[in-house]
């Protein structure tokens, strides 16, 4: 089936350290999603990509999805201790109305 | 404009009890999605409705587990004759009519225990 495999599964960084998760997909994806999720909360909303190529820019964060739209990538510049949480991509690949896969996240610990 | 709500919170049951989990997505959003989350794990797709209907639930076991959203009140998540292993966060998120996908909106969850 289809499936979205995300590295790292984990990241410790001190803060002020730059911090990247990967996400790959098997088959060609429609769009990709980002979402964060605090300890205890609930996924938010970051980003959509929708275009091969896109790369788009919040703040410190900058997404970006592979020109064969199998891949993204989130970058966080300069952490700070606010950035802690789980961060998830989640593939919609375009044949079911309403599946996102979700990537099993990358848990970001920033240590100031 | 209130959120997504999801209820309860929290709720614990004991084997073979059964739970229902209640959503109500944001205003003007038809779409409903019911996701699980284990600790340490990704969200897990189980269902996907709109009003009196179900779209999509390749992600539902087969048994115990049903879902409905009717033309009236919440979405319902309902799980008959719990066990140990339903432990886990649901998740339920809205988004608005329209084939562009959009982000979804979570609502926070409710968490449950099966003792």
């Known amino acids: 089936g289809q499936q979205v495999m995300q590295i790292p599964q984990y990241q410790h960084v001190q803060e002020g350290e730059d911090f990247t998760t990967y996400c790959n997909s098997s088959?060609?994806?429609?769009?990709i999603q980002w979402y964060k999720q605090r300890p205890g909360g609930h996924p938010v909303f970051l980003i959509q990509?929708?275009?091969?190529?896109e790369v788009k820019k919040q703040k410190r964060l900058t997404f970006q999805f592979g020109e064969a739209k199998k891949n993204s990538s989130l970058h966080i510049t300069a952490t700070q201790t606010t950035d802690v949480g789980t961060y998830f991509c989640?593939?919609?690949?375009?044949?079911?109305?309403?599946?996102?896969?979700f990537g099993k996240g990358t848990k970001l610990s920033v240590k100031p | 404009n209130a959120g997504v709500m999801q209820n309860p919170r929290h709720l614990v049951r004991r084997r073979g009890q059964e739970a229902r989990l209640r959503c109500s997505p944001m205003?003007?959003?038809?779409?409903v999605y019911w996701y699980r989350q284990l600790p340490e794990e990704g969200l897990k797709f189980m269902v996907y409705?709109?009003?009196?209907?179900?779209?999509?639930e390749s992600g539902m076991p087969k048994e115990r587990f049903s879902a409905e959203f009717p033309k009236e009140g919440p979405s319902i998540l309902r799980i008959q004759q719990v066990v140990r292993g339903d432990s886990a966060a649901y998740f339920c998120?809205?988004?608005?009519?329209?084939?562009?996908?959009?982000?979804?909106?979570f609502g926070s969850g409710t968490r449950l225990t099966v003792v």
């Open positions: 998120a809205s988004s608005p009519p329209g084939r562009e996908k959009r982000g979804y909106t």
């Open positions: 088959t060609t994806l429609s769009n």
């Open positions: 990509l929708v275009k091969s190529g």
């Open positions: 989640a593939g919609n690949y375009g044949g079911s109305q309403g599946n996102l896969i």
């Open positions: 205003k003007g959003h038809s779409h």
């Open positions: 409705l709109q009003k009196e209907n179900i779209i999509d």
